[in-house]
Structure formats: C-alpha cells, structure tokens
C-alpha cells in the first residue's frame, strides 16, 4: 500500500477524465487534486476539487504539492477560437502547472504530448507540443514521463468530426499492415500508461512512442 497525493489537470478531458476514474480506483493513491476550469461532477472521498482560473496561477501555486503531477489539458483551434488560444491552453498553462509542482518538489511529471512533437516542426500543434516538451525538460524533476500517442479514441464529450474520419482511415489502414506506428489508441490505455509510468523512476527522462505507449498500458511493475 502506497499512500500518494496526485495531482491533475485536465480531468474533465477524454484523457483526464479516464485518468481521474482509474486513480480513485487505484489503492495506492490515497489524494487526487484536481486543478480544473469547471466541476468534474464527481464526489469522491479521495478527490479534492481545485475550480481555477489558470490564468492566475497564483491563486492555486500553492496548492500543487504531491506526488506525482499528471499533466492531460488540452484543447482544439476550434474550441479555443485561434491559435494562439490554443498555445495558452496546450502549453502555457500546462508549464504553468509543471513549473508550480517543481517549484513544490513533487519528484515526479507525467505529461500527455503527442506523436510527431518537435520544436521544429512546420505543423503548428506539432511545433506547438514539441516546444511544451522542451520546455518540461529543464524543470528540475526526478523524474520526467513523455507520452506520445497517436490519434485517441474514446467518448468525447463534443464531436470532432475530423478526428473521427481520421481514426478510421488509420484504422482501415493498420488492417492492410499499413502506418501501425499512427493507429489509434483508446483513452482508457493512455491514462493506465500515465499511472504506470509514475512508477518507473530508475531514469530522470523517459520519452514514449506509440507502442511504447501501449506496452506501458499493460506493465503492472516498473522496469
């Protein structure tokens, strides 16, 4: 029996939202703080809700102290409005976040990226996620967890029809043996992979393919 303190942000996402229902399940934490825009809508004796503007990080800094900071937040340029919405989202807040937990010294990061994240990328949320990426990496941690999912799949709570299609052209093509490194990986295993990952603390950085991702799902001990 394990008692640590979690802390997440993006806990009413497709990702956090799966992460917050296996962490109340989990028995080796014993507290989830989750730092969210609106009400989970779930009570739970585990759960402390944080209702935040992270806008103002100086109102919750204070309260990121744990564990483990698991890091799911994210948005579209649909919802957000613009691009440049989107980056406050994405990555202001998240480092914002980060920064608060290191500053706190929780010993261990899990974050949520995505595949093809590089600071030099000509695609503006794979840029966007790369640099979020470089960014984590120079915060003092123990211990740093990059996942790097393809395209997920899961119930969202709003349609995005372009993902949709999306996910079943890969899927139509891994059937043909083709772009295995792209095929969609269900919410549910992503959030397993982050649980697990907080346990794996033998290195300062492991960063996480998609099939990395999906082997850490099914990992019970760290290696």
Do not use: C
Request: hydrophobic share 45%; no cysteine; charged share 20%.
């Amino acid at each position: 029996m394990v008692n640590k303190t979690a802390l997440v942000i993006g806990a009413t996402g497709l990702v956090g939202s799966q992460l917050i229902r296996l962490l109340l399940k989990d028995e080796r934490f014993s507290l989830i703080k989750a730092f969210v825009r609106r009400s989970t809508g779930i009570r739970h004796s585990k759960l402390q809700e944080f209702i935040v503007s992270f806008d103002h990080p100086e109102e919750w800094h204070q309260n990121v102290s744990g564990d483990v900071a698991f890091s799911a937040l994210g948005t579209t340029i649909k919802t957000a409005g613009s691009k440049e919405a989107q980056y406050k989202v994405d990555h202001t807040y998240q480092y914002q976040f980060a920064l608060a937990a290191s500053q706190h010294k929780v010993p261990v990061y899990v974050l949520v990226s995505a595949a093809m994240a590089h600071v030099n990328s000509r695609i503006f949320y794979s840029r966007m996620k790369g640099e979020l990426e470089r960014d984590i990496k120079i915060l003092p941690f123990q211990s740093i967890h990059i996942l790097q999912p393809g395209m997920l799949s899961g119930n969202r709570k709003e349609v995005r029809m372009g993902e949709q299609i999306g996910t079943r052209l890969i899927r139509f093509l891994n059937k043909l043996g083709i772009a295995k490194q792209q095929k969609p990986i269900d919410a549910s295993l992503v959030a397993q992979a982050m649980i697990n990952a907080s346990f794996h603390t033998k290195k300062p950085l492991q960063v996480y393919t998609l099939l990395q991702v999906f082997d850490l799902a099914l990992s019970k001990y760290p290696a």
